[in-house]
């Protein structure tokens, strides 16, 4: 089974920058389309961007001109930069990965989540 390991979460001032890594352990697969989601206390999970395998990207409108979504394909990793963050962007993010395995099965797997908190 391929793993999602999430990293790069922290507490950062508002304003600041914080850079998220996200990659998949395991062998005989290959990932898809990759992305990340947040969920803040008390809130739905929401999609904050993604990333085909080509390099298409896309995000939600709260996040446009602030996030930039990246991957390594030959890591077959994914990350999320994160500037000019604001209070609401706390939350703990999950990356996503779309998984194709030898077998040519395929499943979506997650990461653990990632805290990240905007404080002064």
């Known amino acids: 089974q391929v793993q999602l390991v999430e990293s790069g979460g922290g507490v950062v001032q508002p304003g600041g920058s914080l850079r998220l890594s996200c990659a998949a352990s395991?062998?005989?697969?290959?990932?898809?389309?990759m992305g990340w989601y947040r969920q803040a206390p008390g809130k739905q999970r929401e999609l904050v961007a993604t990333?085909?395998?080509?390099?298409?990207?896309s995000y939600t409108d709260s996040v446009k001109g602030r996030f930039t979504i990246s991957r390594d394909n030959a890591k077959n990793a994914v990350y999320l930069q994160m500037n000019s963050l604001k209070r609401e962007d706390t939350a703990v993010y999950y990356c996503?990965?779309?998984?194709?395995?030898?077998?040519?099965?395929?499943?979506?797997?997650w990461g653990q989540g990632t805290q990240v908190t905007v404080s002064s």
């Open positions: 395991g062998s005989g697969f290959s990932t898809n389309a």
């Open positions: 990333i085909s395998r080509g390099g298409s990207t």
């Open positions: 996503t990965a779309g998984i194709v395995t030898a077998a040519t099965q395929t499943y979506i797997a």
